[in-house]
């Protein structure tokens, strides 16, 4: 069986104060490093225009690519690189959704659960959401792609706004898990029917609502260097855990330790021998 982690990948210019660097990214990307080192049986597909972008990935064996004509590109703006919990972004916009006529013939015969990674609204219609779950498997979700609006127009990008929309509640309906930060979870509250909520809050901690509340205290990380992707591995680390049947306790302890290592260094986790 395969976990199958959908989602597009993207080219990322990270700018901390006056430096830049290009890299690629996405959370699908971010992801599979983690899926790699701990859940190895895993399927990552990806939509964009530009194939040459799945070499950076750990297994190109186990990377789909979708083709389309254009790619999600991301400014990630780090003005202080003392204070890496303030980010501004920029994205293009990228207008390529994944239909189910996309995944016919990509999916494997036997699937342990989808994580779906939308970017931003376009990225997977109510249709698309309709069809995985027909499946039946566990889904796990990051909303915050179908939230993002664009705002103001910098040259070819857009800054990000958050949005919420009547849809939402049916696309999130019967989700296993679904992943957010606490600005997103403040603009659609948590009434939804989901097995368990995670909202993440940076250098803060994270916290579960599954019936109860549980509190997840940060990891300290003595040297933080780079922390865009952070959300993504602690998301991937947490579904390692639940398809292993932890408690979501223990499942986003391990996350929180996971996510910690990871802005150690830069680019996507790298196990800390």
């Given at each position: ?13 990270i700018r901390i104060e006056d430096e830049e660097t290009s890299k690629v990214g996405g959370a699908t ?157 403040r603009l659609i509250g948590t009434d939804y029917d989901v097995d368990e909520m995670v909202i993440t809050n940076g250098s803060f901690g994270s916290r579960i609502i599954a019936g109860d ?61």
């Open positions: 069986m395969t976990l199958v982690v959908i989602g597009p990948v993207t080219k990322d210019l990307y971010f992801q599979s490093f983690v899926f790699e080192e701990f859940f190895n049986d895993y399927l990552a597909i990806v939509n964009c225009d530009d194939e040459s972008l799945v070499k950076a990935f750990p297994d190109v064996g186990k990377v789909c690519v979708i083709e389309k004509d254009d790619t999600h590109f991301f400014i990630n703006h780090y003005p202080d690189a003392g204070d890496l919990n303030v980010r501004n972004q920029l994205s293009n916009f990228a207008d390529i959704p994944i239909c189910p006529d996309d995944l016919m013939g990509l999916l494997p015969d036997e699937i342990d659960g989808f994580v779906l990674n939308p970017l931003n609204r376009n990225d997977f219609p109510p249709e698309t959401v309709e069809f995985l779950k027909s499946f039946n498997v566990p889904i796990f979700l990051s909303i915050q792609g179908f939230l993002r609006v664009p705002n103001d127009k910098v040259n070819d990008s857009y800054t990000i706004g958050l949005d919420n929309f009547d849809g939402l509640g049916a696309i999130l309906s019967g989700a296993s898990a679904i992943f957010m930060d606490e600005a997103e979870a509340e549980i509190r997840i205290d940060p990891v300290p990380c003595d040297n933080p260097v780079d922390t865009t992707g952070c959300g993504d591995t602690f998301m991937a680390s947490y579904v390692v855990q639940k398809l292993l049947l932890k408690t979501p306790e223990t499942a986003g302890n391990f996350a929180s330790r996971i996510a910690s290592e990871k802005i150690s260094s830069f680019g996507p986790y790298k196990p800390n021998k």
